[in-house]
């Protein structure tokens, strides 16, 4: 698979190709603003379709943290040329009658080196709830509730919820520039 070469307008930057194991566009835009907000050098931020190797509505730190690990190792046996591959995924969490959204990013680069990080969590309403414990993907569930479209392509949960004061891309970026600290002090992260 080939991907369009960017022309590096400053030739002092060094120009670097990350692969997001998703095409979901908040996925790859939150990816290109952390790595711009962390470093100085020039990024071209692509997505590819890769699976997760998990179910589509994740449950729990460790299935989550596995579907994000996953896409970013698929990605990278996809797509070895790249410099770095991120694999975000999102799942949900019960707490007794309650239910929690988070996400977990996971970052690879050709050393070998990992980086991870996940979000704030927040608390669902009851009827999102009903909806996601009755087998529906919260994406989905967000959908039919507030009576919407491709939700998690968009401002997601959080972005409903928060009445558009935080989006998902937003939500994420700051997950995905904590992922970048081993990155970001290679002498104290080897």
């Known amino acids: 698979m080939a991907f369009p070469k960017r022309k590096n307008i400053q030739s002092d930057k060094r120009q670097f190709l990350i692969i997001v ?3 979901n566009p908040v996925k790859i ?9 962390a470093f100085d050098d020039a990024f071209l931020i692509e997505g590819l379709n890769v699976g997760s190797g998990v179910s589509n509505q994740p449950i729990g730190d ?22 770095y591959w991120v694999g975000i995924e999102g799942g949900i969490e019960t707490m007794g009658e309650e239910m929690q959204a988070f996400a977990w990013v996971v970052i690879l680069d050709k050393t070998g080196k990992i980086g991870k ?12 709830v009903a909806l996601v414990k009755g087998g529906m ?23 409903i919820l928060t009445q558009q004061r935080i ?24």
């Open 137 to 159: 993907e919260l994406g989905d569930a967000d959908d039919q509730f507030f009576n919407r479209e491709s939700s998690k392509t968009g401002n997601g949960a959080v972005g």
């Open 117 to 128: 990080a996940k979000t704030a969590t927040f608390f669902l309403p009851p009827a999102i």
């Open 62 to 83: 460790e299935e989550t943290y596995q579907g994000a690990l996953n896409r970013a190792k698929n990605s990278k046996t996809v797509f070895p040329e790249a410099d």
């Open 167 to 190: 989006d998902r891309k937003d939500y994420y970026s700051p997950a995905v520039i904590l992922a970048l600290i081993p990155f970001m002090n290679p002498d104290i992260y080897s």
């Open 21 to 23: 194991g998703s095409k």
């Open 29 to 37: 835009s939150c990816t290109d603003i952390a790595f711009h907000q």
